[in-house]
């Protein structure tokens, strides 16, 4: 058996959490990462048969019942996952019943999976049933979104089409848009629910003045997605105030679009 602190999984949990602190997105506890693996790869570094305790997780998840995810734990900082794995992180695989998360390794504190779990397991549902591939769902508080969530309509489209409008790439990088949820109470089925109805169509979602939700193939794609969204946040919150002299036009995005052949929500565009 494989020593699972070397496996590439917790590397990447590792890099993209100390990533994430250092970028000023996940202070305290804030933030959490689910990432979907490959159960022959866990059973390199981990006896799958081995059940530490079960938790229960507090809603149906039927359709994920054997998939096994790496997640951040409950109350564990972004901060300390680099230097201390084994408490801030947990695996846990989805059992039989659909209701309970049975512990392969991780969370040795005695501590649980993150509180959004309810979000995160219904959007990698809502995800799976568009995409198959889909593999990762990351929760975050990048800063200029954040702010950006203050002084713009909360709005599917106009929210979308501001951030087009910010960066040449962003109907590249994000041409299905971002969904945006109103302020709801966090940690709760009631946010996972509204959040994963939204990711059946994007994969990003704002929770109105709280963070967003990023959702993809790989840590790389999922990063990248919120990472393009907050550089556009950024260069609305920079020039927001300012009188405004130049704009890619809406024609101009749909030439980006058609030249990089993605498929762009067109309804967005004002044309
Ligand atoms: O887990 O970010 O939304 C801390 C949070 C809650
Ligand atoms: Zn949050």
């Known amino acids: 058996m494989k020593n699972i602190l070397t496996s590439p999984f917790v590397e990447e949990m590792k890099k993209t959490t100390a990533n994430m602190y250092r970028l000023g997105w996940d202070e305290r506890n804030g933030g959490n990462i689910s990432y979907m693996l490959d159960e022959n790869e866990v059973a390199q570094y981990l006896d799958t048969g081995k059940v530490i305790r079960h938790i229960p997780i507090g809603f149906d998840a039927t359709a994920l019942i054997g998939k096994i995810f790496i997640v951040t734990g409950t109350g564990k900082y972004f901060k300390n996952v680099e230097s201390d794995p084994e408490n801030n992180l947990g695996i846990i695989r989805i059992a039989d019943d659909g209701t309970t998360a049975e512990l392969l390794w991780g969370y040795a504190d005695g501590g649980r999976f993150t509180s959004e779990l309810p979000a995160h397991l219904m959007s990698h549902i809502a995800r799976l ?22 002084v713009h309509e909360l709005d599917d489209k106009k929210f979308t089409h501001t951030l087009w409008g910010m960066c040449t790439e962003c109907i590249v990088v994000f041409p299905d848009g971002i969904g945006v949820l109103p ?71 749909k030439q980006l679009a058609e030249f990089f052949k993605v498929d762009y929500r067109k309804d967005f565009l004002n044309l």
Request: charged share 20%.
């Open 129 to 150: 049933s568009v995409d198959p591939e889909n593999r990762v769902v990351i929760h975050t508080h990048p800063t200029n979104t954040l702010a950006m969530n203050y």
């Open 183 to 253: 302020w709801m109470l966090c940690g709760t089925n009631e946010i996972g629910e509204a959040t994963a109805n939204k990711m059946k169509e994007y994969r990003l979602v704002v929770w109105g003045m709280h963070g967003i939700y990023g959702s993809g193939k790989t840590m790389d794609e999922t990063f990248g997605l919120i990472e393009t969204v907050e550089k556009a946040a950024q260069i609305y919150m920079l020039t927001a105030h300012l009188p405004r002299i130049n704009t890619i036009k809406d024609s101009e995005m």
